[in-house]
């Protein structure tokens, strides 16, 4: 299975494909039936120590529930880990990447208009330039900053 994580997000959660990050992940947990424990529709049910049943259900719900944060974990790479590791629910975890990616504070959106400035094709190939500025307007528009891709495409080059 942790195989099947790395093919669906492609690569690890990094300062430039949050975006794109975000769409693979949902997607995959989705499809691995996992996304209401991220959302917290999935509510850890109540645990009567005396109803076999319920101490089962308890605690499958909880190694869902642990399954979804190490799926989480494994595609957050290493300067965003320190953001997660203290979160034992999906929901926390995500939530926290998401508040750091989408916040809208000033500081954050500077941030990332002095990457737009500071992009360089260099000896990257044209469709990975392109990928490049456009995960950083998905970012921008994150944060409620509208850039058309194609005005930061000409202004770098």
Not at 80 to 94: M, P, R, T
Not at 124 to 131: A, E, G, K, L, T
């Amino acid at each position: 299975m942790v195989e099947s994580v790395a093919l669906i997000t492609g690569k690890k959660l990094d300062k430039l494909n949050y975006s794109v990050w975000k769409f693979h992940m949902k997607t995959f947990l989705l499809g691995q039936g996992l996304w209401e424990f991220v959302t917290g529709k999935e509510e850890e049910p109540i645990v009567d120590t005396t109803n076999q049943a319920s101490v089962l259900a308890h605690k499958e719900w909880r190694k869902r529930s642990f399954q979804a944060v190490h799926y989480i974990a494994l595609t957050v790479g290493g300067s965003y880990i320190g953001h997660i590791q203290d979160c034992y629910s999906s929901k926390k975890a995500w939530d926290a990447l998401a508040n750091l990616f989408q916040s809208g504070t000033e500081a954050r959106k500077l941030q990332l208009l002095q990457q737009c400035n500071s992009i360089k094709k260099g000896s990257m190939c044209i469709n990975d330039f392109v990928n490049q500025i456009k995960s950083l307007a998905d970012q921008l528009a994150c944060v409620k900053v509208v850039v058309d891709p194609t005005v930061l495409i000409g202004t770098t080059l």
